[in-house]
Nanobody
Framework: QVQLVESGGGLVQAGGSLRLSCAAS????????MGWFRQAPGKEREFVAA????????YYADSVKGRFTISRDNAKNTVYLQMNSLKPEDTAVYYC???????????????????WGQGTQVTVSS
């Protein structure tokens, strides 16, 4: 089992920044590729960003490319999502997720992830 706990969400004005953190425990963190997803009210959970176990590969949804940056610190068992130039449409609950690196290098498909955090709310006001 891997336990994931997100933090760093909050209320920010449009154009502002937030950094989300996801702390992992329970298994060797570097055995997992990580992803961030988000879910707005009434919408499907959607892919935001993913990072390989080493951090050497990353991938972003088009909607956040150039504004968000995913990174990880395997020594701290933590993955981050730096969010800049936030827009009201970024408002959602943000979730981190983990998938074994033996399955995929990284993936945008939520069905492939093995473990999920409980989520952290991000609200961007206009």
């Amino acid at each position: 089992q891997v336990q994931l706990v997100e933090s760093g969400g909050g209320l920010v004005q449009a154009g502002g920044s937030l950094r989300l953190s996801c702390a992992a425990s329970g298994r060797t963190f570097s055995n997992y590729a990580m992803g961030w997803f988000r879910q707005a009210p009434g919408k499907e959970r959607e892919f935001v960003a993913a990072i390989s176990w080493s951090g050497g590969n990353t991938y972003y949804a088009d909607s956040v490319k150039g504004r968000f940056t995913i990174s990880r610190d395997n020594a701290k068992n933590t993955v981050y999502l730096q969010m800049n130039s936030l827009k009201p449409e970024d408002t959602a609950v943000y979730y981190c997720a983990a998938v074994l690196r033996t399955k995929v290098v990284l993936t945008t498909q939520k069905s492939q992830y093995d473990y999920w955090g409980q989520g952290t709310q991000v609200t961007v006001s206009s």
